[in-house]
């Protein structure tokens, strides 16, 4: 299975048009359309469904394009990390974080090194630690910036200097609005709107202690915004951490205890980097 060959798979993928796909990757509709059918037999599977003038994907096709955007963006990766010809630093360093306060350490520690190393260039994933952790295993992602609580038994890790502050979500108009912070009884029968990690969901229920029988939970997620925008049209309490956002409508009211989140940022214990990653990870070492 050729990488070229798999590139060939994805332009389909998105055009849905092998003749749109062929005149974008500029080779004849015939020539692409055998390279399809051969994948197609190395892989003994049926990869699309063939209408008269739309192609989609089946259930296997879909399976394969995950699969190959991640070896083609590792191919990519791996063709970035051989080119040091010159004696400036180059290449791509895949950093992921989520939504966070200290996020605003992770982009100084970016521009920082950014202005030392004009050549690097970052590639910026968002979304929870769960989802970085399995990027970083799957060799996608060379450093993450992770909320606690999380496993890093695996990693070589720094702590950052900033604190995620934990508190709700709640629209205006609420009663707890005008509160200084809230307390689990507050959130007695209230719609809640939790965090998606199960790490973050348990340490939670702490907080709760002997309210936590009266919890009215409605949804879950992991991003911020898409909550929020819940929050507003459903009345209920996101708990969440306390960004530089406004949310219009929306107020954020912090918990009555110290319910704070530490961050850290990992990298593989025993990973071979790129020079370029290299040199960024020492560069956050001696930076805090």
């Not at 699309?48 to 190959?68: C, N, P, S």
């Not at 907080?207 to 049209?233: C, M, P, R, T």
């Amino acid at each position: 299975m050729e990488i070229r060959v798999l590139n060939y798979f994805l332009m389909v993928a998105r055009e849905e048009n092998i003749t749109r796909a062929a005149n974008l990757l500029h080779i004849t509709q015939p020539t692409l359309s055998r390279q399809l059918i051969q994948l197609e037999e190395e892989l003994g599977v049926k990869l699309f469904h063939r209408g008269r003038h739309r192609v989609t994907l089946t259930e296997d096709g879909m399976l394969l394009r995950r699969r190959a955007e991640e070896i083609v963006s590792i191919a990519e990766k791996v063709r970035d990390e051989m080119r040091h010809d010159s004696g400036e630093l180059t290449g791509t360093i895949s950093v992921g974080s989520g939504e966070m306060q200290s996020s605003q350490f992770l982009a100084e520690l970016i521009a920082s090194f950014c202005d030392k190393n004009p050549l690097v260039r970052f590639d910026i994933y968002s979304g929870n630690s769960d989802d970085i952790k399995e990027r970083i295993e799957r060799g996608l992602t060379d450093v993450g910036l992770l909320q606690k609580p999380v496993d890093i038994t695996k990693y070589d890790f720094m702590h950052t200097p900033v604190k995620e502050r934990w508190g709700v979500l709640v629209c205006a108009d609420s009663p707890l609005a005008g509160k200084e912070s809230v307390t689990p009884r507050d959130l007695d029968g209230m719609p809640l709107i939790l965090p998606q990690r199960a790490l973050i969901q348990n340490d939670l229920m702490g907080w709760f202690g002997s309210d936590l029988e009266n919890l009215h939970v409605i949804a879950s997620g992991n991003h911020q915004y898409n909550l929020a925008i819940l929050a507003k049209n459903s009345g209920g309490c996101v708990i969440t951490i306390e960004l530089e956002l406004e949310y219009d409508g929306l107020k954020f009211v912090p918990l009555n205890s110290k319910q704070d989140s530490g961050t850290v940022l990992v990298w593989k214990k025993g990973q071979t980097f790129s020079r370029a990653a290299d040199a960024f990870i020492d560069h956050c070492k001696n930076s805090v």
